[in-house]
């Protein structure tokens, strides 16, 4: 069975689709259709908050320790609840599927623009699906490593494979650092490709992050491998025939051991930034 999330419109906003000095695209909260998902579904009752932008978080929530070899890391988070138990399953849910991602997931990309200086998107269309079977596998096969709960939410650091010996990593709590430079440009290296996912406006800062984590995968894509069309366009208005050149960019490919290493708020624009990083050597597909 293959869980999909979709994100499509026919008819997007010009407000809300901008470019940003980084090249990549910034999506505002209000996109049409983010609230396609088709997922396994947690029970969320008792919330109290999660609409409030965060300011204290852990640290490997804002950056991801190197793990030993063999051994993968994920970060699921929930918003605040009056039941403990059932904030840490959320979260606990949220880095199973997002370690399910990170193993494998498939994207398909598809987005029009006009190419004769005016900045204008068309039917822009992206669609992410993971197998159920690899989340069944890594629900079975994972530790908790560590978990912090703030006046936000609750978060949680998950290894998998499962593993017994005790993992030393940095566990404090702490205020967001200074604006980092991948959220500026992308990293330059030999080893790594890397995407950013860029999302602002958001009233809830657990949808935000699921947000810009899936845009940073969709951007990795793009820099690994893309296909890209000219078409003229002729369109009769009146008496006068409107020209035009339209740059169709596409993908559709599996991605294998993406995985977010960084995440960046911007509380002065409300804007959240996720960097997602995958090992050139490993097979791109």
Known sequence: MIWKKRFKSSKPSVSKLKKTPAGLLQFGGC????????????PVVFLLNGLTAQNIIPEWFEKLPDSPKGIFYSVGYSGKYQN???????????????????????????IEEFADGRFRLLNPSFELSYDESVLLNVSTNYSPVDSSIT????????ACPSIERRLHIPSN?????????WTKALPDSRRYNYGVGIVSKYSSWVRAWKDADEYARFDLGKNIQI???????????????????????SYDMTLKNSIIIARWYDQKNDTYYSLCRKDRRSNPY
Do not use: C
Not at 31 to 42: A, E, H, K
């Open 31 to 42: 996109f049409p259709t983010m609230s396609r998902l088709y997922s396994i579904i947690v």
């Open 84 to 110: 403990q138990s059932l904030a840490r399953e959320v979260a606990i849910s949220r880095a199973l599927t997002n370690m399910a991602k990170q193993h494998q997931v498939r994207l398909i990309f598809e």
């Open 151 to 158: 006046n936000d939410g609750y978060y949680i650091l998950i």
């Open 173 to 181: 709590d702490k205020t967001w650092e200074k604006q980092p430079e």
């Open 227 to 249: 296909e890209a069309q000219s078409v003229h366009t002729a369109k009769r208005d009146n008496r006068f025939v409107v020209e035009s050149k339209i740059i169709r960019q």
